[in-house]
């Protein structure tokens, strides 16, 4: 499995954060193309193009949210209560991912959420693990 546009283009409203895997340097994502993304880096006045086999994006395991309480995840994720019921759901194998509602969905990718498994797959970054 390699990282493709349809991986990043749900989170690209989201300000996405990156890390390159050339220079380790963390920017955000601000534009995807089919074969690279448009990057904003503190380090750069104007955007730059990086290719999608240079970076990782540095998400969220879905794991993260499977010990919280309701509440918790509800203030965490902006979300309702039938949403972190049926994240709860999609966690736990109960639902897949094709069966969740749209407003979930949008919940997943605004937080940047890993729900394709990219960090199982070595091709995002767990936010756990960075300083």
């Known amino acids: 499995m390699k990282l493709e546009l349809h991986h990043l283009a749900c989170y690209s409203p989201y300000n996405l954060m990156i890390q390159g ?30 290719d999608l086999f240079d970076i990782k994006p540095i998400l969220h395991p879905l794991s993260d949210f499977r010990d919280k309480i309701i509440r918790d995840i509800k203030i965490e994720l902006d979300c309702s209560i039938n949403q972190v019921t049926e994240l709860f759901c999609l966690i736990d194998g109960s639902i897949r991912l094709q069966d969740i509602t749209l407003g979930l969905y949008t919940v997943l990718c605004k937080n940047h959420v890993d729900f394709n498994k990219l960090i199982e797959n070595n091709l995002a970054i767990d936010i756990n693990t960075l300083k």
């Open 21 to 50: 895997q050339t220079n380790g340097e963390i920017a955000e994502m601000s534009c995807v193309t089919e074969t690279s993304v448009n990057i904003t880096s503190r380090n750069f006045q104007f955007g730059m193009w990086a």
